[in-house]
């Protein structure tokens, strides 16, 4: 997606540790319009799979996943990252490693919200070690729905995620695919 | 707004505790055709208000400030509650009180994103005690920005919040207000 990558180009910041920045329009402060057609761009990609339900992990899986549940008409469920005293006890529940923070969590959601008939499409904003992804994909066979793919905004080739998703047999569409960043540049697939 | 209310009479759920329960359509699964009408709704409301910037706080504040955003055409900041590796160290930082929880927890947004000539509009899903609306106010204020006002999706009358903003000089525009809850039953303001 063109006006995705320019965007990174000119507005994300490499930082020390493989790191990219895109927190002035992705996710920290947003940019509507941008995730607007990032959204719309899932919407086509997966146009044909007859999805039922989107599915991501709060917080900044929330803004592109919305809008692509706009633009597709289906609701859009985000796995929890902590209990809260309000979420229903009926839970699926998976454990999910961060290489970011160098801990686990948990990632929850309500049996309510998710059935042996869905058609699940995942969207998140990153794919680097692939676990978030991996923890939804464990939700959804839990429930025993099926996983029509995962829509991923930015894409870090040069981590393990998107190999082991594709593995798996499982569809995975990035919007910007990440080759490399060395010496603060980045270089697309 | 009367889509929203039959939404909440429909498919809300009063649990013991005063606890009203949304979380079919607005704050884990969501419905975002319901949530962009919201968008609408707020950016209607403060259209005149020369609105430069969207704070809310994460998650469930996420997707009606990204559709707000969206209709306003103005970038959208999420605070975030928990200190991440990839987050800038020049923050702004406020301390919270969850009743909900019981225990208090820190909103952050970077310097980066939120300055003095800021006219802020605040988004969020649920207005009960205020804390989380106070929070960002405090982030807000450190920066020397200007809060413009504050968008509520559903507003809980019998709690303390939206008196305590309103006495403070803050315009505070609720889509849904209840007055009450009693034997499961809800009666809108």
């Not at 319009?33 to 599915?55: P, T």
């Not at 692509?68 to 309000?86: C, E, I, R, Y």
């Not at 990153?126 to 839990?142: E, R, T």
């Amino acid at each position: 997606m063109e006006a995705l990558k320019q965007k990174i180009l000119s507005d994300g910041r490499v930082l020390p540790g493989n790191i990219l920045k895109v927190d002035s329009f992705l996710n920290h402060q947003m940019d509507p319009v941008l995730i607007a057609g990032i959204g719309r761009q899932f919407a086509n990609l997966f146009a044909d799979q007859s999805i039922s339900k989107i599915m991501t992990v709060e917080a900044s899986g929330i803004a592109p996943a919305i809008l692509t549940g706009l633009a597709l008409g289906v609701p859009v469920l985000f796995a929890k990252k902590t209990a809260s005293a309000n979420m229903d006890e009926e839970t699926y529940a998976a454990t999910v490693h961060s290489y970011t923070r160098g801990k686990d969590y948990t990632v929850r959601v309500s049996r309510r919200y998710l059935h042996a008939e869905d058609r699940i499409l995942i969207i998140d904003d990153f794919l680097a070690n692939g676990q978030a992804v991996l923890g939804l994909c464990d939700l959804i066979s839990q429930a025993g729905a099926t996983l029509a793919g995962a829509g991923i905004v930015i894409e870090k080739q040069f981590q393990d995620g998107g190999r082991i998703l594709r593995q798996k047999g499982i569809r995975v569409e990035a919007l910007a695919i990440i080759k490399e960043m060395s010496n603060g540049q980045i270089t697309f697939a």
